[in-house]
């Protein structure tokens, strides 16, 4: 027997209670959808901004050692980014964008010099974010420092966001039901009553009630 006969044997009473919760259903979930959707988004911004203020902080603690070429000391500031775990590298470039110094999350990863971009950018990939910005002393561009970051931290984010959506979800199907169960006489005894009224009229043909 297909579904849509087994639907149409049903007693009303189910057809209500199953169309009550596929129209609850299908607009909870659409709700969530657009919920999670635009979580995702908030935490790509949040993060692209937390990284470009990093990426700004560090490039104006390092405009001393790209004025003075002192490649130790721009690797000691650059070294400071081993406080973010989630970010996996950075790197100072001269004008001319050669590499100047760099640190890596994972040493063996070896940088590569790069031609600096004409201004400041931040770019998403499937793995990471990359942040460059530009570094300027005295309105001259004496440098640019690019950081890069992964994305753990927007993937944990929206993994708790969604274990609480679907169990938010979840919650409020067993309350429509619930409702939906407790509520139906006010739908179905007025339709019980006719049917009594019709099935009297047809045995007796009487119309006093």
Same mark, same amino acid.
């Not at 959808?33 to 603690?61: H, K, P, Q, S």
């Not at 406080?83 to 100047?100: D, Q, R, V």
């Given at each position: ?5 087994? &639907? ?5 009473? &189910? ?9 609850? !259903? ?7 959808? @657009? ?17 470009? !203020? ?33 970010? $996996? ?13 760099? &640190? ?22 499937? =793995? ?21 970051? =992964? ?10 966001? @969604? ?8 919650? @409020? ?20 009553? $006719? ?15």
């Amino acid at each position: 027997m297909s579904l849509t006969s087994r &639907y149409k044997n049903l007693p009303i009473k &189910y057809k209500l209670r199953s169309i009550i919760m596929l129209a609850v !259903v299908a607009a909870l979930t659409l709700a969530c959808t @657009a919920v999670l959707v635009y979580d995702r988004v908030a935490a790509r911004e949040l993060l692209r901004e937390d990284l470009e !203020v990093i990426a700004d902080i560090f490039g104006a603690n390092s405009t001393a050692a790209l004025s003075f070429e002192d490649r130790s000391t721009a690797q000691e500031i650059l070294a400071g980014l081993r406080a973010k775990p989630n970010i $996996l590298a950075g790197s100072l470039f001269t004008p001319a964008g050669a590499l100047f110094a760099s &640190y890596r999350r994972v040493p063996e990863a070896q940088p590569v010099a790069i031609p600096l971009p004409e201004s400041n950018r931040s770019v998403f990939s499937d =793995d990471r974010l990359v942040v460059f910005r530009t570094i300027h002393l005295g309105g001259q561009q004496i440098g640019a420092i690019q950081i890069e970051s =992964d994305l753990a931290q927007i993937g944990a984010r929206s993994s708790r966001f @969604a274990a609480i959506v679907a169990t938010s979800l979840l919650g @409020a199907c067993l309350l429509a039901l619930a409702l939906s169960v407790g509520l139906q006489g006010i739908i179905l005894d007025p339709i019980a009553h $006719l049917g009594t009224v019709a099935k009297a009229v047809s045995q007796d043909g009487g119309y006093s009630m």
